[in-house]
């Protein structure tokens, strides 16, 4: 592959992780809310437990689209 397809699929792979672990992040968040006042956590214990749900889900949906994308490079 040449350098510049090579940049192009980088680039490419970084959009999609970013696409993605804004919508986990967001999706997560939702989750992490409607989670904390199910199970009735305490406190400032909330926000840990939202944040926690918020980072850890963008950060799998966006290594997945990631994946996704590098999979999708590696076939030209």
Do not use: E, W
């Not at 992490?32 to 956590?41: H, L, M, Q, S």
């Amino acid at each position: 592959m040449s350098s510049i397809s090579d940049n192009q699929c980088l680039k490419q792979i970084a959009m999609n992780f970013g696409v993605g672990a804004s919508l986990g992040a967001s999706v997560g968040a939702v989750y992490g809310t409607v989670d904390a006042f199910r199970f009735k956590i305490p406190g400032l214990l909330k926000i840990r437990h939202i944040g926690k749900t918020t980072v850890s889900t963008g950060a799998i949906f966006g290594t997945f689209l990631a994946a996704g994308a590098l999979l999708h490079c590696g076939k030209h």
